[in-house]
């Protein structure tokens, strides 16, 4: 069965207010695509349209040759996993994996069966018979995890399911959906709008801004490449500079010329220096910039220098330099080429 995506021209109205406006997105069968955007946005609109817990105005959404817009929540046949883990109270671990099949009517020992395989693949083999109130909130959203994979879905959706939990919890659950995920390949849509989990999960990145899609991409392009100032600001720190740009080259603040990767002169709001591609040197003589302040992070030390009155950020990675100290004159060191980034513009049919 082919279990790819596909959404045409999606519509979403509550009222006079339109929330989704007019989406296309196709999403391959097999791959986890997360989508992340601002809060508000229409992310969680979007899965639900996807789900079928929430009736688009118009559009179409496709399972491979299918369309399901119209086709009832439970034969969609899609696994969900929520921020809250809604197990019922009263049953155990292993009822509430179990429901979701005995409400399909599978046989009982395909259902035992499937349940301890279940438990086993997200670690809770041992934990069957406790009640939900029992385990932590990592190990229920396990149990969400295992009751939403159960029953073989088609898709699985995500929204925000790793938002409840502490820093530690988040990160090693994040790591085991990967792995389960990419060991099930099962097509997933995973709603966040932590641009870390994004960019550590997703085989692909969708950005979105006031129910519209800015851009996508694989994490890698979307950090390194974005079309847009949008994408490049959510998706982690960035320079945003002001500079001359004149026949593919350009002219930084501070005198430093570098050739451009995308010269196309249109819509330019800028160009990006990730702190990390600034690299800063101390220096006695001429400078480029002084450090205003400095914060050390164990791994990183981040920089903020002034240069010509605008505060750049610079980050230095390796123990083993000393942290500059504030007034201290550096010399600064931009990327080899530069990335311009254009203003985005709204579709002209979308309003809000
Ligand atoms: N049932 C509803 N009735 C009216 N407006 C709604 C309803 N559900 C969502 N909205 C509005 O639709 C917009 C998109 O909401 P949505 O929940 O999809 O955003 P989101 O991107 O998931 O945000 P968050 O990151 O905060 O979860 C918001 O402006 C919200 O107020
Ligand atoms: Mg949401």
Known sequence: ????????????????????????????AGRFVTLLGPSGCGKTTLLRSVAGISD???GEIWLGHRRIDGVAPEKRNFGMVFQTYALFPHMSIERNVAFGLEMRRVAKPDIARRVA?????????????RLPR???????????LARAIVIEPNVLLFDEPLSNLDAKLRDSL????????????????????????????????VVMKDGEIVERGTPVDLYRRPAFRFTAE???????????????????????????????ERNVEGIAIRPEDLSIESTDGEADGV???????????????????????????????????NGQKVKLTAPPSLHLLRSFQPSPGAVS
């Open 1 to 28: 069965m082919d279990c790819s995506i596909s959404i045409r021209n999606l519509i979403k109205d509550f009222g006079s207010t339109r929330v989704l406006k007019g989406l296309d997105l196709n999403i391959s």
């Open 56 to 58: 688009p105005t118009s």
């Open 117 to 129: 395989a279940a438990l086993d693949l997200v670690g809770l083999g041992q934990h069957a018979r």
């Open 134 to 144: 029992q385990l932590s909130g990592g190990q229920q959203q396990r149990v969400a």
């Open 174 to 205: 994040r790591e085991d959906l990967r792995t389960l995920q990419q060991k099930l390949g099962i097509t997933s849509i995973y709603v966040t709008h932590d641009q870390t989990e994004a960019m550590a999960l997703a085989d692909e990145i």
């Open 234 to 264: 959510f998706l982690g720190m960035t320079n945003v500079i002001d500079a001359e740009v004149r026949a593919g080259e350009c002219r930084l603040p501070w005198g430093a010329v570098r050739p451009v990767e995308n010269p196309d």
């Open 291 to 325: 450090i205003e302040q400095s914060m050390f992070m164990g791994a990183a030390t981040h920089y903020w220098i002034s240069v010509g009155g605008k505060t750049l950020r610079s980050i230095a990675t390796g123990g083993h330099t000393a942290v500059l100290d």
